[in-house]
Structure formats: structure tokens, C-alpha cells
């Protein structure tokens, strides 16, 4: 669950902004002919709802509802007196409890000239929900749309981007602290928990990853108010293989800047992969910061997809050794037109 | 490159005790397959519901979706979307083989599927499958019954084993580890969200993979709790918790509430009433008491002195919870009939609003004995005062 701070916070995010990031999603509606939209969202993968509203879907299920124009509302199968919670950490003021999906859409769209309903992230929708909730609203074509909160989420705004900021330089902070040399595995999850919590991170993932010979590589992936950084690193003096890893990241985020392809990364890193011993298989990955609760892995990996100016994201690389070892580097980097800026490691 | 399988195991060698674990496991899962005419179970576990995958590998996967698919004959196979996950699958030893899942084209389940060519499916967790997957599962096998088998696997995990109650008792000691925590950092001006911050790094310090915790301070205008904000703590606040860390993937659940400075008397008479109706609830645990009877006996210690409304959905949700792989198993609640057997593991808590104190929780976990009841946990049931030895 998501257990750390929840804030909001308008010398963060003005509330034009807030508004801004509906009525964008509104156009998008009308451009496809939707009268309706609605997104899902669970307590792992909520974020399309948060970049709206600034809800905390801390636990569970929830379904925000976004009209052609006007506000939007939550519906939730959580208590009033949670709403209330909602009500004051949100921008949303309109909420409607049930208990099921299927039930609170209908009564929704109760006394709505029947229209387009439209699915956001359909893909990604339980399938029974969206079942039901066709059947529950005779006279709606219920639609299936690709995600279009998220692709407004790509590029992150000013007031994002300093708070991405903010996230990369704690850390950037917390990763050196926990892998100094006699870190042990208790210890850097510690270290990190403190550091990140403390320095108001709402959510975070922290991973261990060995090797048959002994290398530990350790990753935190993190969540500051709405936005997702991650770094992974090799403890260590980083020689052998775990440094000809490092290289390879660092040829790969040299390669990250507007205009480049995504497959661009892996090709620099291509090199530095290749003395790796024999057996090994490397991924070279980008996942962008608005899939980074999920580790971009509900994403299709498209080498061919065109990096954005503005655009942040973790550069990683990973590889599964022969006797079935892992270890993982990774950094966060906005792209730029030139060097990418470094939000997290070494360079940031 | 890609990784989308895990390298040939090693052949990991189970001890005995994993291995009856293993053997009983399936023993149960196929029995009920067979009453049900299933031929393949297909356990799908998001990130927030892994407890199935767990059941069946041993393992929490780190992968933001995984799959088991269990036929009735034959080995079990392992999906995650993490290349990392794979190895570990197969290290573990409970399943031999383990494959990338890409949801985003799961042609490898689809594969998977195909070779078995079940009749009748049974999906645990089919209310939360995507419909990318459930496409797939679909067009792997045209003509199969497709249900839910999302109560089978809840049925087959509410009776804990010796081997799973060992690790539910390590948990324990981590929940008694992390309320001292909570109560040896409160103080006046401390931000909620800072004493998350500590709590989380003793947990994890001590080896806990995950943690529920919600939390609320101030006094008896709190209605109910959540993640931490930025409120910062006052004295004679209360600060209630709800604390729950997972060892070795079994949750266990602490509910306490503490005192910044001294009691007064609201907060006082508040923490007697809901002591006892935990200790009715306790009363009446035996074999074959149902979740029903157990909310009614601690309901009926507020209805005794006229708080009965605060027992209703309006103020609270559930009078505790089953515990296990996953952390809010069935309800405590007034009209679920279900059965608890013996070493079926629950947590005991009245948690509620009443205009004594505010929001107020207390329990403990038990585990039901052929004769009533083990209390779980060895922290204090009693109301904590900053300053105290806890």
C-alpha cells in the first residue's frame, strides 16, 4: 500500500494547472467522440487518476469518471469517512460509494443522454468490470481507448519537473548512503526507508539483485508526490563485468536525447555489453517516468519510439547470467536536446 | 536482446519441510479441481494481490503481474513480467519452469495454454485479470469453460499448517518490534509521516519484505485513518495505527493506540471499551465459530453501554480480518457466516469512531486452537503514554 506522505500542496502545482490537466483530457475526449470517460486505477497502478486529481488510491480500486466538460467525480467502494480524507487532499468534490464498479457507473450516468463511454488504458481494465459495466449501461456503446492520460503524462510539465528534481536528489542521496562499503541488505533497505519517507516519498520499491559470484546490485524505485524515479547500482568497486555494466549505462544515457530512438540506447550500449561472459543476456531499457510505478513492463518495448524534449525517464540496464544471476544499473535522466539532464547518479 | 525464460534450474533441493508444504499444497488445490471438474487452475496475481503466487511458488515476485498456471496433471509453470523474477521462481524450487509475461503480448501463456487444452478453467483473481490477458486466455483455449477460482484458493489458504504458522510467528515478533518502534518516536511537532518513516525502517531492517500501516493523530474529531500527512503531532493527541509487516510472505496485523504525554479520561474510558469487546471477541473463539459470531460479541460490549451506532458501516468497516498470504482475508463482520476452523488465523479489532476519543483501534491477532484461541503477539494490550517502558 501507499503508506508514505500525501500532500497537496498548490505552491506545487497551481490549481490551473489542475485544471488544465482535465480540460486537456476533455479535449481528447471530444477529438475521439467521447461523452464519457473513465479511467480505472489500483493501488499499484493509479497514477493516470493522482495526475488528475491528486487522489491517493492508497489501497484497492477506484474509478474516476471524467465528463465532456464540468468536474469530475471518484467512485470508490471505500466509506464516507475516507471520502472526507479524499475530499481534502484532492481536487476532487464529487465523490459516489458503492459497492461495486458496475453499479456506481449506472447510477452515474443516470439522466445522461445516452452517448459514448469510453474506457481509458482499456488493455489494463479487469476485464470482468468492464464486462459489468457494459451490461449496466444499455444504450451506451461502451469504447475502448488507448491511454490518453498517459500519453499527457510523457512529457512532464515545469512544476512536475522541478518536483522530479526535488525526487532525484533525495534520492540520489539515499542510494549513496545505503550502498556504502559494509551496507548490508537489512541496513540499505533501512537506510533507504528512512531517507525517503522521511524526505516525504509517498511510495517506494526497493530490489536486491545477486550474482553466483557475489555481486549485489540494489534499486529503488520511488514515488514524490505525483512523478517516478529509480537508480539501481552495482555495490562495489565496480570492476569486472559489474563495470564493463556501468560503462554500458553510460554509453546508453549518453545516447539519450530528443530526436534519438529509444533502440538508439541499447545500439551505444551494444559495445560495452559485449565483453560481458559468455551466457549472459542484456536488456538495454527506457521506461519513462509515468510507467515507472509499474516498471514499464505493462508497455510495449517499441526501439523504434522517438524520446521527447522534456521527457524523463530511467535508463537501465539488466542481465541474467547463465546460472540464472541478476544485476541491474539504472539512472533517471530528463531528456534534453543535448546531454540529458541527470536526476539521479554520479553526473546528476 | 530479451529475456523471456529462466535459465535451466539447478535442480533446487527442497528441504522436508518445503516439500510436504509443496505436496499438501497441491494435494488440496487438486482436490477441490477435481470436485469442481477443473482441469487447469490459472492463478493471476497483480502487484497489490500476489498471495496466490505465493501459495504456489514460494515466492513474492517483484514483477508488476505474474501468473501461475496449475494443471491437474503435470507441472506447474510460473509467468512474471520481471526478468529477475524468473530465476527466483526456479531457484525456489516449487515450480520447474518460469517464463516472461509481456502483457502487452502474452503469446507465451497463450503457448502454455495451448499444450494443456483445458475444457474448464478456474482463475483465481479472475475479477482483477486484464482484458489483454483474458483475451489471451480465451483464444488459447476456444471452447473452455473459463470461471472464478478466486474462493478455491481463499478456501484452500484459511487453514494455516504447522510450516506456515512458524513463519506467522516470526512475523509476530516483528509486529511487537514495530509498535515499540511507533511509540519510541512520538513526540509534539514530529510530522505523521515521519514516524511512518521510522517505523518502515525497523521493519525492514529486520527482514520484512512488505507493510499495511494506516495512521491518524489528533483527538476526537478523527473519524478514521490513512496514509500519513504533514499534521504535526500535539500533546494528548492519539495516535492510532494499524501495523501490519509481512515475513517470509505472511502478514500479521498489530492495532494499537498511543498517547502523546498522558491520558485523559475520554481517551481512557475510550481504550476500556474497546478492550473489552476484544476480549469478548477472544471469548468466544473455538473451532467452528463463525466470523459472524465473533464481530456480534464485540459489538454487543458497545451496544451494552450505547455506542451500538458506532458499529455501523457509517463509522468502521470490519470488526477485524483473516491473515495469511494475504493480509485482509475474510471479513470479522456481522452476516459473513463463514466457518473458522481451527488454525484459521484472524486479527480481533473493534476498530471505530465514538465521541470518547475519536477513532480508536486495538487488537490482536489469534489463531483458533482445538479449545479457543492463541493470542499471537506479546505487546501489552493497553493504552500507551509517551514516556512509558513499553
Known amino acids: 500500500m501507499k503508506r508514505g506522505l500525501h500532500v497537496l500542496d498548490p505552491a506545487e502545482t497551481p490549481d490551473r494547472e489542475w485544471q488544465e490537466r482535465v480540460a486537456t483530457l476533455q479535449r481528447a475526449m471530444a477529438a475521439h467522440g467521447v461523452d464519457v470517460a473513465l479511467v480505472y486505477g489500483d493501488v499499484s497502478r493509479s497514477d493516470d487518476i493522482a495526475y488528475l486529481t491528486n487522489l491517493c488510491i492508497y489501497w484497492n480500486e477506484g474509478v474516476l469518471a471524467i465528463p465532456a466538460e464540468g468536474p469530475v467525480t471518484f467512485l470508490t467502494k471505500l466509506s464516507l469517512r475516507v ?78 519537473t522541478e518536483l522530479l528534481r526535488a525526487a532525484g536528489r533525495i534520492l540520489d542521496h539515499a542510494a549513496a548512503a545505503a550502498t556504502v562499503e559494509g551496507s ?52 562495489g568497486d565496480g570492476d569486472g563485468w559489474a563495470g564493463t555494466l556501468n560503462e554500458a549505462l553510460a554509453q546508453a544515457i549518453s545516447a539519450t536525447k530528443a530526436g534519438a530512438t529509444v533502440g538508439a540506447l541499447a545500439e551505444a550500449a551494444a559495445a560495452a555489453l559485449a565483453t560481458l561472459p559468455g551466457g549472459a543476456t542484456a536488456e538495454v531499457r527506457w521506461v519513462n517516468q509515468a510507467d515507472l510505478s509499474t516498471g514499464g513492463e505493462f508497455r510495449t518495448h517499441d526501439p523504434a519510439a522517438v524520446l521527447a524534449d522534456g521527457e524523463a525517464g530511467a535508463v537501465s540496464v539488466e542481465v541474467v547470467f547463465a546460472d540464472g544471476g541478476n544485476a541491474a544499473v539504472a539512472e533517471t535522466v530528463r531528456v534534453t536536446e543535448g546531454e540529458p539532464e541527470h536526476l539521479t547518479g554520479a553526473q546528476r | 536482446m530479451t529475456i523471456d525464460h529462466a535459465p535451466a534450474s539447478a535442480g533446487a533441493v527442497l528441504s522436508p519441510g518445503d516439500r510436504a508444504e509443496l505436496e499438501l499444497r497441491h494435494r488440496k488445490i487438486r482436490e477441490a479441481m477435481a470436485e469442481q471438474g477443473l482441469d487447469v487452475v490459472l492463478a493471476y496475481g497483480p502487484a497489490w494481490r500476489r498471495e496466490n503466487i505465493r501459495y504456489f511458488t514460494d515466492v513474492t515476485p517483484a514483477g508488476s503481474a505474474a501468473l501461475v498456471v496449475f494443471p491437474a496433471e503435470g507441472e506447474a509453470v510460473a509467468f512474471s513480467t520481471r526478468p529477475s523474477d524468473l530465476a527466483a521462481f526456479t531457484a525456489q524450487g516449487w515450480v520447474d519452469r518460469a517464463r516472461r509475461l509481456d502483457p502487452a503480448n502474452p503469446a507465451g501463456l497463450g503457448v502454455v495454454l495451448e499444450e494443456l487444452a483445458p475444457r474448464r478453467i478456474g482463475i483465481a483473481h479472475h475479477e482483477l485479470v486484464p482484458l489483454v490477458l483474458m483475451e489471451t486466455i480465451r483464444s488459447a483455449a476456444p471452447g473452455a469453460e473459463v470461471v472464478s477460482a478466486t474462493t478455491l484458493l481463499d478456501t484452500a489458504r484459511l487453514v494455516k499448517s504447522e510450516w506456515e504458522l512458524a513463519r506467522m510467528r516470526r512475523s509476530a515478533v516483528v509486529c511487537a518490534a514495530g509498535w515499540e518502534a511507533f511509540v519510541d518516536v512520538l513526540e509534539p511537532g514530529l510530522p505523521e509521516y515521519r514516524i511512518v518513516a521510522e517505523v518502515e525502517a525497523r521493519l525492514k531492517n529486520l527482514g520484512a519484505e512488505d507493510n499495511f500501516m494506516l495512521i491518524a493523530s489528533g483527538r476526537d474529531e478523527v473519524r478514521g485513518m490513512t496514509p500519513p500527512g ?30 502523546v504525554g498522558k491520558a485523559d479520561d475520554g481517551q481512557r474510558k475510550s481504550f476500556d471499551l474497546f478492550n473489552e469487546a476484544v476480549e469478548a471477541g477472544i471469548s468466544v473463539v473455538r473451532p467452528g465459530i463463525t466470523a459472524h459470531e465473533v464481530a456480534v460479541a464485540e459489538n454487543d460490549v458497545f451496544r451494552k453501554y450505547g455506542y451500538g451506532e458506532y458499529c455501523t458501516s457509517q463509522y468502521t468497516r470490519v470488526r477485524g480480518h483473516g491473515h495469511g498470504l494475504h493480509l485482509d482475508e475474510t471479513p470479522i463482520i456481522e452476516g ?15 476498530n471505530t469512531y465514538t465521541p470518547l476519543a475519536g477513532y480508536h483501534v486495538l487488537g490482536d491477532p489469534v489463531r483458533v486452537t482445538a479449545d479457543g484461541c492463541e493470542v499471537l503477539i506479546t505487546t501489552e494490550r493497553k493504552l500507551f503514554e509517551t514516556g512509558d517502558v513499553a
Open chain 2, 230 to 259: 504533514d499534521r504535526l503531532l500535539e500533546a494528548g493527541d492519539l495516535v492510532r495505527t494499524e501495523l501490519t509487516p509481512k515475513m517470509d510472505g505472511y502478514w500479521l496485523q498489530i492495532c494499537r493506540s498511543a498517547v
Open chain 1, 184 to 235: 548490508t541488505a537489512g541496513s540499505r533497505v533501512e537506510t533507504v526507508e528512512r531517507a525517503l519517507r522521511g524526505g516525504g516519498f509517498l511510495d517506494l520499491y526497493p530490489n536486491s539483485l545477486t550474482t553466483s559470484d557475489g555481486v549485489t546490485s540494489f534499486g529503488v524505485t520511488g514515488q514524490f508526490r505525483t512523478g517516478w524515479v529509480h537508480t539501481s547500482r552495482v555495490l
Open chain 1, 83 to 160: 471520502q472526507n480524507w479524499m475530499k481534502a487532499s484532492s481536487k476532487v468534490t464529487e465523490f459516489s460509494g458503492g459497492r461495486n464498479f458496475a453499479d456506481l457507473v449506472a447510477k452515474y450516468l443516470l439522466g445522461r443522454k445516452t452517448g459514448v463511454l469510453g474506457l481509458v488504458d482499456a488493455a489494463l481494465w479487469p476485464a470482468d468490470v468492464a464486462g459489468e459495466i457494459g451490461a449496466a449501461v444499455p444504450g451506451w456503446e461502451v469504447r475502448r481507448l488507448a491511454g490518453l492520460v498517459r500519453a499527457q503524462r510523457l512529457v512532464p510539465s515545469a512544476a512536475e
Open chain 2, 336 to 350: 459473513n457466516h463463514t466457518v473458522l476452523p481451527e488454525n484459521s488465523v484472524f486479527i480481533i479489532h473493534p
